[in-house]
């Protein structure tokens, strides 16, 4: 009688357990292809990103180099006008047809801030996102020097006596150095991030 209920236990077992089989293979190959489904939707979005970035950061090489051509000449323009007998007779000139402003370089970093807020952004190698990081950092300080340069220099009255103009190249000319500064570190960074990506 044992071994009767013994093989009836068995049998019972042995049929949930067939039951049973194809049900969790089932839930198993469920998971694993949602799995697979969100690995794929997360890697397109990464890849999207990565374009989006990229277009980013080579529009912002592209205003930064364009910038940086007419700061250097705006530098030596300066430069010029200091080491001019008549300072005053230079800048008018200067001023009435050659002066087109300081033309801050424009850099965006709307897919940037996209990524951080999407968190799409930690699927990079952790380099690649300190890299960025630095990257950024340095953009929000150029454009914030920009702004204070802009802003110091409206700030002031037109010069008009040789030392009013003296003093205004000089401290223009020390902002611009700067600028230059942060232009070549931008461009630098720029291309690097731009060879990994």
Do not use: C, W
């Not at 049998?11 to 694993?32: E, H, K, N, R, S």
């Not at 007419?70 to 010029?80: A, G, V």
């Amino acid at each position: 009688m044992k071994s009767e209920t013994y093989e009836k236990m068995k049998q019972v077992v042995t049929t949930i357990l067939i039951q049973m089989l194809p049900v969790m293979i089932g839930v198993y190959l469920g998971f694993a292809m949602n799995n697979f489904g969100e690995h794929q939707k997360l890697k397109k979005q990464s890849n999207t990103y990565k374009e989006m970035l990229k277009n980013e950061i080579t529009e912002n090489l592209a205003s930064v180099e364009y910038v940086n051509t007419y700061h250097i000449q705006l530098t030596e323009k300066f430069s010029e006008i200091l080491q001019a007998e008549d300072i005053k007779a230079k800048f008018d000139n200067m001023a009435l047809n050659g002066f087109n402003g300081f033309k801050p370089g424009f850099v965006n970093n709307s897919a940037y801030n996209t990524g951080i807020q999407t968190g799409i952004i930690q699927e990079f190698d952790l380099k690649l996102i300190q890299s960025l990081n630095r990257l950024y950092t340095l953009q929000g300080k150029y454009n914030r020097f920009n702004e204070n340069m802009i802003n110091s220099f409206l700030s002031n009255k037109f010069p008009e006596t040789n030392s009013e103009i003296k003093s205004l190249l000089i401290s223009s000319s020390m902002s611009m150095a700067d600028v230059l500064v942060y232009e070549k570190e931008l461009r630098s960074f720029y291309q690097e991030i731009l060879n990994v990506l």
